[in-house]
């Protein structure tokens, strides 16, 4: 058995390899991922099944379970469509960003690079197997994967398919065996996270826990996000129809999704803004927690209207304003809000959320660019779902995460969040000390160069 050193090596020592494969190769072995995976799907989906069985046994987290559970509607489907989409997309490495000529036949360039070797640590999601795998090896680095131990069986199945067939295509592609890499026991995580030498970026998908332990535990850059506390903003302006879809669709569509929305903020010169609440219980049969002044409000209005019942007076809870603005549910639960004006809708958004992603929703353009400017979240939307954060849906194949980071990527992160650059300086035997500032006196150029006439040959 490895050590975790070793297995950190091994890794740098592929990804060495593995940035310097050709495109088209890199690409061949995700086909061939994606038809492996495909071709087992019975032996991963009764491994799935042990999985679930021990989380209802064990008493797992509803939202856990849902996220465990990689065969309820067309997730697996997506998470193979995933693999080839990322498969099909342009090559993120060795791009020209730009090109400057410093002298005659001297020229900068800068290219984009992989990242390096990456830590992928995840709970619950067997999907991100497939998902890292597919994104590692299109950008050009190694990965290292770890599941939750709820996932263990299916994470077993899979990383046997991806890892044998890694080794049976590399005569054909090259991609060497170590550029990926899974692993099961936390003490193999607790070591790898002291590796610096070799291990470039750490990624933890899961619950806040899981990223606070991480991001105490190493010094190497952690890229992730703890929570997603999304919110979406009803302005006076806003359309009653939109705001039903929208509130709806981002609070019911995935309820443990890291992107759906916890609160609602309204605002109370919105006409009929009574109608979205209703909307949600009735529709989504989500539980409102809901400040006093909304509250009173609320049942006023219902009791006007007669639409005062039993059904609304149960989903409808006083909301503990220490914690529920300033958590997750993920559940059928949203805390619910009064803001006066689009500037007191920005300044709780930033005060209260986890910086993923917020949406206003309002036919008044000056308010919706105040909010998108105003919003210090990874994402900020204008009249759209808070459920369109997400890798697949931004035409990325599929994401390594979401990052509620500023350095280096930010938002959903998918193969360009997987590259960085270097600098590639290409001559004629020049040598420094020719030049103005180490002892000579030619001058630099410094000229930029168009980098769509930029050719290689």
């Avoid at 999985?51 to 046994?57: C, V």
């Avoid at 949600?280 to 509250?295: D, I, M, N, Q």
């Avoid at 959320?353 to 994402?379: M, Q, Y």
């Amino acid at each position: 058995m490895l050590t975790s050193e070793e297995i950190a090596k091994d890794a740098r020592r592929a990804g060495n390899i593995l940035k310097t494969i050709s495109n088209e190769n890199r690409s061949n072995v995700l086909y061939k991922i994606h038809d492996e995976l495909k071709a087992h799907k019975n032996a991963i989906q009764e491994a799935n099944k042990l999985d679930l069985q021990t989380a209802k046994d064990t008493g797992l987290a509803d939202s856990l379970v849902k996220r465990l559970d990689l065969f309820k509607g067309d997730k697996f489907d997506t998470m193979l469509q995933g693999i080839k989409d990322v498969a099909d997309l342009p090559d993120p490495v060795g791009k020209i960003n730009f090109a400057r000529e410093i002298d005659e036949n001297l020229i900068l360039y800068q290219i984009t690079a992989p990242v390096g070797v990456l830590l992928v640590i995840f709970e619950s999601r067997p999907e991100v197997i497939a998902n890292i795998t597919a994104l590692a090896v299109k950008s050009g680095n190694a990965g290292i994967l770890k599941g939750g131990k709820e996932s263990i069986n299916t994470f077993r199945e899979m990383s046997r398919i991806i890892g044998s067939t890694i080794r049976k295509s590399e005569s054909q592609t090259g991609v060497p065996v170590g550029s990926v890499q899974l692993i099961e026991t936390r003490e193999d995580v607790s070591d790898l996270l002291s590796q610096d030498e070799y291990i470039d970026l750490v990624v933890p998908r899961g619950s806040n826990a899981l990223v606070k332990n991480i991001k105490s535990s190493t010094k190497i850059p952690v890229l992730g996000h703890a929570d997603g506390i999304c919110s979406v903003y009803l302005d006076e302006d806003a359309d009653l129809e939109k705001a039903k879809r929208i509130v709806l669709d981002s609070k019911t569509n995935y309820p443990a999704g890291c992107n759906a929305l916890e609160t609602l903020l309204i605002n109370p010169k919105l006409n009929n803004w009574c109608d979205v609440l209703e909307n949600l219980v009735r529709k989504g049969g989500v539980t409102l927690h809901a400040t006093p002044a909304v509250k009173h409000a609320y049942l006023e209005s219902l009791k006007q209207s007669g639409h005062l019942d039993e059904k609304i007076t149960a989903n409808l809870v006083d909301a503990d304003e220490t914690k529920d603005f300033d958590g997750e549910f993920l559940s059928l639960d949203c805390a619910v809000a009064f803001v006066f004006d689009t500037r007191e809708a920005i300044q709780h958004i930033n005060l209260h959320s986890s910086r993923h992603t917020d949406s206003i929703v309002t036919e008044n353009k000056l308010n919706a660019e105040l909010f998108l400017k105003g919003v210090d979240s990874a994402g900020v939307y204008w009249n759209a779902s808070t459920r369109f954060a997400d890798g697949f849906r931004y035409g990325f194949g599929t994401e390594v995460g979401i990052s509620t980071s500023k350095i280096h990527a930010r938002g959903p992160v998918g193969l360009d969040g997987l590259v960085s650059y270097q600098y590639q300086l290409r001559g004629s035997g020049q040598v420094a000390s020719d030049y103005q500032g180490a002892g000579g006196s030619r001058a630099f150029v410094h000229k930029d160069l168009d980098i769509s006439q930029v050719s290689w040959q």
